[in-house]
């Protein structure tokens, strides 16, 4: 198989130096495409052809791609492949065969077909045990067929922790190729369009090989973090509103008799406190304003002096309990700290307090009030609304509760098979929009690259094919099958050449 020039300038390998420490990609369920392996493992040392049922030992190769480093294992399922004219359900029954299963009866296609994950399992599971990222490839050109539906099954039970990138082959025409790979979106996950022979997509599938490596770096970081992290919530709002009261009611009368330090601002006084649900919190204490605000001469000063600490208090905290006055709903100085909060990606919940001060309240009442909120804020249309009445204290655990559900969906992570999912039948439901000069943008695949708050990559032809109004589309899409109730998310559009 020859790999055009091209493509192998784009990697090398390093076939004498290996460590311990680096990555390993399973290039393995490849079993129908030598031409995949040899891509990733120049010097054909994937392609030498056994006999049938010999099983081979797994195959190792270093490869470069961009700034990383990985190792490609290869189980050996290989080389049935190189047969690139034998039909689908030859290739089957040889992968069996090849994977040490030559007692199943040539002639029982079923047999053969359904014992194919427990084979697998035996053979191949170590090399996807010590892998990060699972490379499944299955062929465009025969189409799904009921074992790639078990080994999906299998690799998605098992293995849901790792990063698993479908690999639709044979997808020699790029257009083509999209039709050819939509027939796999039933094994939950996306189907990339490749080709090893021609090169198509290969490049995306190194990239996305890659992104899947840098997801597993960076949530072991995050893991170590994740021990000691306490989200930090603030409570913010303009001056009387009830933020004193809302702050004494969750940590308990003491805690704003105690003075603070001399010298020292109010603001740099935090309490740790532990949810009902044990959830712990910091609380960024924006008490102060009361005081400060007494002290203040003019109303236009203090509630400049407010709006800045507010500021402050955001910056610093995860969760931002916005609380209003239910008389008075959303006034400019609301909406300023709102931007704010969507701005710096924090989460938020919008505290209505003096609900008792509402007048002749009515089943009806909150969702007039709601509606109300919504118009006048709609920079926060996802954050929840809680209805208080901090004087009584009984509404406080409700606060918390919402708080604690909010900083759970601003850490959230979308799977990539949900997350496709959702994307793929957005667009399925509406395309963006053809340009004049019929260009139209195209999605390549999305990864959800963050979390506080979480942030979307879309990997698209070209980014200004993809106007603003279809990124509203695709965030509401996103939101309404997906949640993320309480937290600004993300959405980053990246074009590709
Ligand atoms: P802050 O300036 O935002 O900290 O507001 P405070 O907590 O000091 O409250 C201002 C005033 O509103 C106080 O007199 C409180 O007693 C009163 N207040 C606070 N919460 C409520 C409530 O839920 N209902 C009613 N009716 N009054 C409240």
């Known amino acids: 198989i020859n790999i055009p020039d091209h493509l192998l300038q ?98 029982s ?23 990060s990222v699972i490379i499944f490839v299955v062929d465009g050109q025969a189409g799904l067929n009921a074992a790639d539906v078990e080994i999906g099954d299998w690799l998605r039970k098992n293995y849901s922790n790792k990063s698993i990138i479908l690999a639709v082959n044979k997808c020699e025409s790029p257009r083509k190729g999209i ?50 992290y306490i989200p930090s919530i603030s409570i913010v709002g303009r001056p009387n509103v009830g933020k004193s009261s809302i702050l004494n009611a969750l940590v308990g009368e003491d805690r704003t008799i105690v003075s603070p330090v001399s010298g020292t601002t109010r603001d740099a006084i935090d309490t740790e406190f532990e949810g009902p649900d044990g ?20 109303g236009s000063t203090t509630e ?35 931007e704010r909060i969507e701005r710096e990606g924090k989460g938020c919940l919008i505290v209505v307090n003096k609900w008792d001060t509402i007048p002749n309240k009515n089943q009806q009442t909150t969702l007039h009030y709601e509606e109300d909120v919504r118009l006048k804020l709609r920079i926060l249309n996802w954050a929840p609304i809680v209805y208080s009445t901090a004087i009584t204290g009984n509404s406080v655990d409700k606060i918390i509760v919402a708080a604690s559900a909010v900083e759970k969906e601003r850490s959230r992570r979308l799977s990539t098979a949900t997350l496709n999912q959702v994307v793929h039948e957005a667009l399925a439901f509406k395309s963006p929009p053809r340009t ?48 993320f109730t309480g937290t600004p998310i993300r959405l980053l559009w990246r074009s590709r050449r």
Request: net charge neutral; with cysteine; hydrophobic share 40%.
């Open 10 to 107: 784009r990697f090398q390998l390093l076939e004498d130096r290996m460590s311990v420490n680096q990555h390993y990609l399973t290039a393995l369920l490849g079993y129908k495409f030598v031409s995949l392996c040899s891509f990733f493992i120049p010097g054909n040392r994937a392609i030498v052809v056994d006999e049938p049922g010999v099983t081979r030992d797994r195959l190792y190769g270093r490869s470069f791609w961009g700034d990383n480093e990985f190792m490609v294992i290869d189980t050996g399922g290989v080389l049935t492949v190189s047969k690139s004219q034998t039909d689908v359900m030859e290739q089957q029954l040889s992968v069996s065969t090849t994977i040490g299963m030559e007692g199943i009866p040539l002639a």
């Open 109 to 131: 296609r079923e047999a053969a077909v359904a014992r194919m994950p427990s084979m697998i399992e035996r053979q191949a599971t170590v090399a996807v045990e010590e892998s």
């Open 179 to 228: 039709m050819q790979a939509s027939e796999f979106w039933s094994l939950g996950f996306t189907p990339l369009p490749i080709s090893a022979v021609s090169g198509t997509g290969t490049g995306e599938l190194l990239d996305l090989v890659c992104a899947g490596l840098g997801k597993i770096e960076e949530s072991d970081a995050q893991n170590k973090e994740e021990e000691n």
């Open 279 to 298: 959830q712990k919190f910091r609380l960024i204490d924006t008490a102060g304003i009361r005081k400060r605000a007494a002290v203040a001469s003019s």
């Open 304 to 338: 400049a002096l407010s709006v800045n600490r507010a500021f402050r208090a955001i910056r610093r905290s995860d969760v931002v309990a916005l609380v209003v006055e239910a008389l008075a709903c959303i006034t400019e100085q609301d909406y300023k700290i709102a």
């Open 436 to 483: 004049r000069g019929g260009k139209r943008g195209r999605l390549y695949y999305c990864t959800q690259a963050a979390i506080r708050p979480p942030t979307f990559v879309f990997f698209v032809n070209d980014a200004k094919l993809f106007p603003e109004t279809y990124r509203r589309y695709m965030e509401k899409q996103l939101r309404s099958d997906a949640g």
